[in-house]
């Protein structure tokens, strides 16, 4: 979800604004992803590069979570919308934290739509603590082989969610910036001009429809 700073700093608002711009965005691309049947997003919100930036904006990001949260939470559950986060979230702000623990709680029953909130995330640091823990979880057994994908992907964040079919990068940057390089290996990349907040339906709808004019063959014929 890229380019809210530049969208704010366009039309001469604070980059915050832009922030705030961008959580409506979220909120109207679930409404829209459950219209259309769409039954798993992950969202790139916060990086584990991201604590880079200034401690004012880093501080604003999160108390935009919160506030997401805060007003969302009982239209998600009503939707059918089952939060569910990837990155260690044990740096978060406390406050995040237990937001964020009461948005997975309530909503772990839901159906209709996985939505994946990547907070302090980054795929380079998943999959080294997968390392970790598939090497631990061999701890004191002879080990003659490499662990086969499903072994190793037990220890991913969201084992649970399925690779990742279309990728959306928005705000004109062509790049992956560190984001599920495991689960995107096959994935179809889609690129746009148009920053987070002005990203829209018809936007979603416009890279489904290219997402489905591309041949995925996965490496066969
Ligand atoms: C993306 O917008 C939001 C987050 C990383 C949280 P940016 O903040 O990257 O916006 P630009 O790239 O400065 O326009
Ligand atoms: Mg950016």
């Known amino acids: 979800m890229d380019g809210n700073g530049r969208w704010a700093l366009a039309r001469g608002r604070k980059?915050?604004?832009?922030?705030?711009?961008?959580?409506?965005?979220?909120?109207?691309?679930?409404?829209h992803l459950l219209e259309i049947k769409i039954p798993f997003v992950s969202l790139y919100?916060?990086?584990?590069?991201?604590?880079?930036?200034?401690?004012?904006?880093?501080?604003?990001?999160?108390?935009?979570?919160?506030?997401?949260?805060?007003?969302r939470l009982e239209k998600l559950v009503r939707q059918g919308v089952r939060v569910v986060a990837?990155?260690?979230?044990?740096?978060?702000?406390?406050?995040?934290?237990?937001?964020?623990k009461d948005a997975i709680d309530k909503t772990?029953?839901?159906?209709?739509?996985i939505a994946n909130f990547c907070l302090n995330y980054g795929s380079r640091d998943e999959i080294h603590r997968a390392a970790f823990f598939?090497?631990?979880?061999?701890?004191?057994?002879?080990?003659?082989k490499p662990p086969s994908e499903k072994e190793f992907r037990r220890f991913l964040w969201r084992p649970d969610l399925p690779d990742i079919d279309l990728l959306i990068r928005?705000?004109?940057e062509v790049r992956l910036s560190n984001f599920m390089l495991y689960q995107a290996a096959y994935a179809e990349l889609y690129f746009t001009e148009k920053t987070w907040?002005?990203?829209?339906?018809?936007?979603?709808?416009?890279?489904?429809?290219?997402f489905?004019?591309?041949?995925?063959?996965f490496g066969g014929l």
Do not use: C, M
């Open 170 to 172: 928005t705000a004109g």
């Open 15 to 31: 980059r915050r604004e832009g922030h705030r711009a961008g959580t409506e965005t979220i909120e109207r691309l679930l409404d």
């Open 45 to 71: 919100a916060f990086s584990t590069e991201n604590w880079k930036r200034p401690p004012t904006e880093v501080k604003a990001i999160f108390e935009l979570l919160d506030e997401f949260i805060i007003t």
């Open 197 to 210: 907040p002005e990203f829209e339906e018809k936007d979603i709808d416009d890279a489904i429809t290219e």
């Open 212 to 217: 489905s004019r591309r041949k995925r063959k």
């Open 134 to 144: 598939y090497a631990q979880s061999k701890k004191n057994k002879v080990n003659t």
């Open 108 to 113: 772990k029953h839901a159906k209709r739509l």
């Open 86 to 100: 990837s990155g260690d979230l044990s740096r978060l702000p406390p406050k995040s934290q237990a937001l964020l």
